[in-house]
């Protein structure tokens, strides 16, 4: 095929009010009825980019070009009569409204005065229809799942006939379950003849996905090729920048002493997805024992208990040999506990506070902080200021808030601070879920180091190549049980793993 | 050279600033010289209570309506923030008013502090009485009110109403009396109701209680109500919100009651009808009367500056409200009734006894001989 | 930080000023000279040193009840005890200075004393019902100031009560329990200074002090304060009782400061007033000065107009009001939390109730 480009953006630059250069004259096609995947790390300017496509932010220069035409794009309601229509990754729906309230907001058919309920309800059920997207147009936005709210978040964009839908990382609040089916639909919105872009950073999703690739670093074009041209590695050395380090595999490696042992625990849970039903595990010094399983097995009551927030209902934990019955997680920290969070700004940190807080937070009554009452700030900064260094955080200052950060960044100040205590032992809960290869990689091989300095580290992640680069040995959960115990060997493979976890087959 | 520093720049300041003060104290000189007489009503609280604050304000338009363009009145509400009260008397005392008044006990704490400062303003207390056994206060003139005059037409009517069958026998056969405390103040109102009681039907029984609070409508109600039940057919109350409770009784058992020191049946009835239904009337304290009797004889310069005065029935000051419910209920031969006792008063031929300066025995034996 | 603060400080300022022009500019053209009322207004307050001083004087109480609420703002807890605490506090301080015994020095320090201990209460009992049983210390401290109120009129009326005087109002306030006043010619008395002190040490135990670097851990964040495994609810309880404590010990001042004897019928307010000065200074102590300067100056504005012109005090009471809209607006706009309490929905879905149910499972 030999299409006229849909979209091309011609030598768009793009320079911030504080001089922060976030596009560097970036030009490349985007051809009509393909899936277009844009790669890049956080801060690489890919959501700058599409901000421009979408026109909520202007370039500075260059212009983009529709249907082979400069066009200027000075708002997303110009962007929408264009018929380009955008899916962010934080979802900009009302709670409080119904599903095809939501959807028709901002272009209502009325009767009269007021808001035609009937024809609304019409609309939302031929779009779903006809993308085959389940909603139910009645439900209230704030009693749906994530998936589907960014099902109705997807909606609404198609209900302003677009031609080209742009999707910011749509996967990283989805189950891989949920992704599987997303994914499907996109491919059907595809077939229907629409333009999809989407912005990714996980190489599977862009090779499962997408038939051609752009890769942005540091605001610049860094690569642009059809997928069946180049390969994962070739892509990863664009995203970083650098070759690629040889893969981190791990696996097989000689145990220590039993640090952390779960015997016969169960745990009754108000929320099921939470119960335990019976675990036995042993996390040796030295070692990275992975937890697999699909979302919602058991894997946040596990943590619960292994962080002293709960206790369970019958069985024991031991640490180092100590039972741990009626510990609460300050008594844990003081033994050696660490923990990376599944969600960073839920409980890893706090947004309103700063950087130098957010680092401290915990550490703060140590001599080396605290003086009597009170605090020693100029320590502290200094000592966040020389994590910022370490863990290449990319930040305004030690004194910005947290949510100044994007998820990455965060997410290594928030590994800064745990691993600052020389934890023996690691829980480290989706470490990397939705943040950059080239951050995610670092976080890897801290975790590899402090288990290689003799630390017991319990991996829990949906994501299936971390778990098979990172772990020694792999437990499955499924149903608050443990359904496999498996060594992580050469040839270990997703597809392998796949039927315990949705609890087709049981080796334990 | 003219070296202007930031300290003589403020000097200069403050030159300036004392200057236009002066000024203003000047200004404030030659308003009392001549020209019209000033006059303001602090109102402690707001106006629109339908009582004592709205009745200081109708004196002051007395006063205008009768003298016009040779005084100026003002009225200002200084809210209920108490901690505004002394800074608003310390403002008005600098404006050259001819009177500054205002009314109701709390006043004088604040005046206690601020008529020392201004001894050349003349000030008036209505109901309330500065502390002048202590010594000072040359320039404060207290008007307090003969209750107890007022209360003696009250207990006539209660007493009246219940003799010539106005009020029949099924529905009690004893007046009732709630006060507040007992206390001197409380109990000027006591003698005189049953003084006044007395007179016309010397057997007659009343009912007494105290609440021992002034703000409790509840227990006010309750003790109401046990008077109702055991034969009060009408009572009288004397005890702030207290007796409020009262009013709420009367209301609940369907039978009557008599306000205090303002107008209750007025102050009740648009907000609810059915208990300013059951007052039977109020004796009231005429704020206004007295307001507009202290600038008459401020003019004369006959007022006794420095000292405290009692006016009573023959000021007008206090009495019966007859416009009400009173004017329906009571018959003419008992309206008269309580004529002749007024005129009696005033001439001098009937003496009410004040609670003040009386003996506990006597008291107890007034009090004793109407126990039901 | 400061300086971002202090940046929004003065757009609520800015607004402010707004909407007082608002109401106010119609009213003063309703009078014969419009001028001299919007003169009066904005540079009367200056004139006269003892308007300067009623500004400062207003302000003190302001400062001190929203240090108090924004101590436990910072750590999460939408108390208003204040109210009742300021209520009971400076009852408690009265009942101390006339029924104990006490040598003249001690009597303003032990019933100052005294007064915050007890007035505390207000702000400590709903902080241990929400750290202990999970109840929302919105309502319980709301329905606890009138209890307060109750039982102080009732000590009012059975123990303090002067028989003497024609109103509900205890004995009068020993002249050498008063504090004493720093400025002749104004009644700026020595809790200015305290107040200002307070300030200053509000801010050095939020931002430089362990226990207020965790306070604001658990306000910010709880999940997080969890997370690293903070004593929350001692900590919960812990920034109650230090605001019921300010809260109280200002009304013990106010009343050694300004009156004559305690005559409090109804809850004087100043709680509020607290609440909104908190807002305006963003929580921040340091600003909490100029904001309570800047309330009291609008309003000692207002009383002067009312005073002098033929304002109604309501047009004076509606600038009020209106005052209160605009930062009430900002703050539930700025605030996840309130909105929620607002619209009693209950805390986002998902994560932090599925801890909770976890944690629920400690039985």
């Not at chain 1, 844990?332 to 680092?359: I, W, Y």
């Not at chain 2, 201004?118 to 002048?132: A, E, I, N």
Request: proline residues 5%.
């Amino acid at each position: 095929m030999t299409d006229r480009p849909l979209i091309a953006f011609a030598g768009i630059s793009k320079t911030y009010g504080n001089g922060t250069l976030a596009l560097d004259d970036v030009s490349f096609a985007i051809r009509p009825g393909v899936i277009h995947a844009v790669c890049g790390e956080n801060g690489a300017g890919k959501s700058t980019l599409m901000k421009i496509l979408f026109g909520l932010e202007q370039p500075t220069s260059g212009s983009i070009l529709l249907d082979g035409e400069a066009v200027a794009i000075p708002s997303p309601r110009i962007a929408a009569e264009k018929g380009i229509g955008m899916v962010h990754q934080h979802f900009s729906l009302v709670p409080s409204l119904s599903v095809s309230e939501n959807i028709v907001l901002g272009q209502e058919p009325r009767r009269g005065a007021f808001l035609d309920r009937v024809a609304a309800r019409r609309r939302v059920e031929e779009l779903s229809r006809r993308y085959n997207l389940a909603v139910d147009p009645d439900a209230t936005v704030r009693t749906l799942s994530v998936a589907a709210q960014q099902k109705v978040e997807i909606l609404k964009a198609l209900s302003r006939d677009v031609r080209v839908l742009i999707l910011d990382e749509p996967t990283a609040v989805l189950t891989p379950p949920e992704t599987d089916e997303l994914f499907d639909r996109l491919r059907d919105m595809r077939a229907a003849g629409l333009t999809i872009l989407f912005i990714s950073h996980k190489l599977r999703e862009v090779r499962a996905l997408a038939s051609h690739v752009t890769v942005l670093r540091a605001g610049k074009l860094a690569g642009d090729a059809p997928l069946a041209a180049i390969d994962d590695e070739a892509i990863a050395r664009l995203v970083m920048g650098q070759a690629a380090g040889p893969a981190l595999k791990r696996g097989g490696r000689v145990s220590g002493t039993p640090r952390v042992v779960v015997s016969g625990v169960h745990l009754k849970a108000r929320d099921a997805n939470d119960r335990l039903e019976g675990i036995d595990l042993t996390v040796h010094a030295g070692e990275i024992l992975g937890v697999a399983g699909v979302d919602g097995s058991g894997q946040r009551g596990l943590v619960s208990l292994l962080t002293g927030r709960a206790q369970p209902t019958t069985g024991a934990i031991t640490y180092e040999g100590k039972p741990t019955a009626g510990l609460g997680t300050a008594a844990l920290r003081r033994l050696g506990l660490a923990h990376l969070p599944a969600d960073r700004f839920q409980d890893g940190g706090s947004k309103r506070m700063t950087l130098v807080e957010n680092a401290i937070a915990g550490a703060h009554r140590l001599a080396a902080f605290s003086t009597g009452p009170f605090l020693k700030r100029r320590a502290m900064e200094t000592r966040t200021e020389e994590m910022i260094v370490h863990y290449k955080v990319r930040c305004p200052g030690p004194n910005a808030p947290l949510s100044a950060l994007s998820g990455g960044n965060a997410q290594k100040l928030i590994a800064a601070r745990e691993f600052a205590t020389e934890p023996h032992f690691m829980i480290a809960d989706q470490p990397t879920r939705g943040i950059d290869v080239a951050a995610a990689a670092f976080l890897h091989e801290r975790l590899a180091e402090l288990a290689a300095k003799g630390g017991a580290v319990l991996l829990i992640t949906a994501d299936l190549d971390e778990l098979l680069t990172l772990s020694d040995r792999i437990v499955i959960l499924y149903a608050g049980r443990i359904v496999a115990r498996l060594e992580n060997e050469p040839g270990l493979t997703p597809e392998r793993l796949g039927p315990y976890m949705l609890g087709l087959e049981s080796a334990a | 050279m003219a070296h202007i520093t930031r300290r003589s720049l403020s000097a200069l300041l403050l030159a300036s600033v004392a200057t236009a003060t002066l000024g203003l104290a000047a200004s404030t000189g030659a308003a009392l010289a001549d020209g019209p007489k000033k006059v303001v009503f602090l109102v402690n609280g707001n106006l629109g209570d339908k009582s004592f604050f709205d009745l200081g304000a109708a004196g002051m338009k007395q006063i205008k309506a009768k003298y016009g363009d040779a005084v100026e009145t003002k009225v200002i509400e200084m809210g209920t923030d108490q901690t505004k009260w002394l800074p608003t008397f310390e403002d008005v005392s600098e404006q050259g008013f001819d009177l500054i008044l205002s009314s109701t006990f709390e006043i004088a704490d604040i005046l206690s502090e601020v008529a020392p400062n201004h001894p050349d303003q003349t000030y008036v207390l209505v109901d309330g009485v500065m502390p002048y056994d202590k010594g000072g206060y040359e320039n404060v003139y207290s008007v307090v009110f003969k209750q107890n005059e007022g209360s003696y037409l009250a207990g006539i009517l209660a007493a009246g109403l219940l003799k010539d069958g106005t009020i029949p026998a099924d529905q009690g056969t004893s007046i009732g009396f709630l006060g507040g405390m007992d206390i001197p103040v409380i109990n000027d109102f006591l003698t005189g109701y049953v003084e006044g009681a007395k007179s016309v039907n010397p057997d007659i029984k009343v009912a007494i209680s105290y609440a021992g609070s002034f703000n409790d409508a509840a227990k006010g109600k309750e003790l109401a109500l046990a008077q109702y039940r055991t034969g009060t057919a009408i009572g009288f109350n004397v005890a702030g919100l207290t007796g409020l409770g009262q009013l709420a009784a009367a209301k609940d058992v369907g039978k009557w009651a008599l306000g205090v020191n303002s107008d209750q049946e007025a102050i009740f009835r648009e907000s609810d009808p059915a208990m300013a239904a059951k007052v039977a009337t109020s004796m009231v304290k005429n704020i206004d009367v007295s307001i507009l009797r202290t600038y008459d004889l401020f003019l004369e310069g006959k007022l006794p500056v420095g000292k405290v005065e009692a006016i009573g029935l023959a000021e007008n000051a206090v009495g019966l409200v007859e416009t009400g419910n009173m004017k329906t209920l009571a018959s003419d031969d008992l309206k008269k009734q309580i004529e002749t006792a007024r005129a009696g008063i005033i001439d001098g031929s009937i003496k009410v006894t004040s609670a003040f300066g009386l003996e506990t025995d006597k008291l107890n034996a007034l009090r004793d001989s109407v126990r039901p | 930080m400061i300086r971002s603060a202090f940046a929004s400080f003065v757009i609520t300022a800015v607004l402010l000023v707004l909407v007082v022009g608002i109401v106010l500019v119609p009213i003063a053209l309703s009078l014969p000279d419009p001028l001299a009322v919007l003169d009066t207004f904005v540079f009367g307050p200056f004139r006269n040193p003892r308007h300067t001083g009623n500004i400062v004087e207003m302000a003190t109480p302001a400062m001190m009840c929203g240090l108090a609420v924004a101590v436990m703002f910072r750590a999460g807890m939408f108390n208003l005890g204040v109210e009742g605490a300021f209520f009971l506090g400076g009852l408690a301080t009265v009942a101390t200075v006339l029924l104990v015994p006490l040598p003249a020095f001690a009597m303003a320090p032990v019933g100052i004393l005294v007064g915050a201990v007890v007035g505390s209460s207000v702000c400590a009992v709903p902080g241990y019902l929400r750290a202990r049983y999970e109840a929302s210390e919105l309502v319980s401290s709301l329905m606890l100031n009138f209890a307060a109120l109750f039982i102080g009129l009732f000590v009012v009326n059975y123990f303090l009560r002067d028989p003497a005087a024609g109103a509900m109002v205890s004995f009068r306030i020993p002249a050498e329990a008063k504090l004493p006043k720093l400025i002749a010619g104004t009644r700026i008395h020595l809790g200015t200074l305290v107040a200002l002190a307070a300030c200053g040490l509000g801010a050095v135990y939020l931002f430089m002090s362990r226990a207020g670097f965790e306070a604001r851990i658990v306000g910010s964040n709880p999940s997080f304060a969890a997370h690293l495994g903070l004593p929350i609810r001692s900590i919960l309880l812990r920034s109650q009782v230090i605001g019921g404590l300010i809260a109280a010990g200002a009304g013990g001042i106010e009343m050694l400061g300004l009156y004559q004897r305690f005559s409090w019928q109804s809850l004087p307010g100043n709680g509020w007033t607290g609440v909104v000065v908190a807002i305006l200074a963003r929580d921040n102590p340091i600003l909490l000065i100029p904001a309570a300067l800047f309330l009291s100056y609008l309003q000692v504005g207002g009383d002067l107009i009312a005073r002098n012109f033929d304002v109604p005090s309501e047009a004076v009471g509606l600038i009020q009001a209106l005052v209160l809209v605009v930062v009430t607006a900002q703050a539930i706009m700025r605030n996840p939390r309130l909105i929620r309490l607002v619209t009693g929905k209950k805390p986002a879905a998902g994560q932090a109730q599925d801890t909770k149910a976890v944690e629920g499972s400690v039985a």
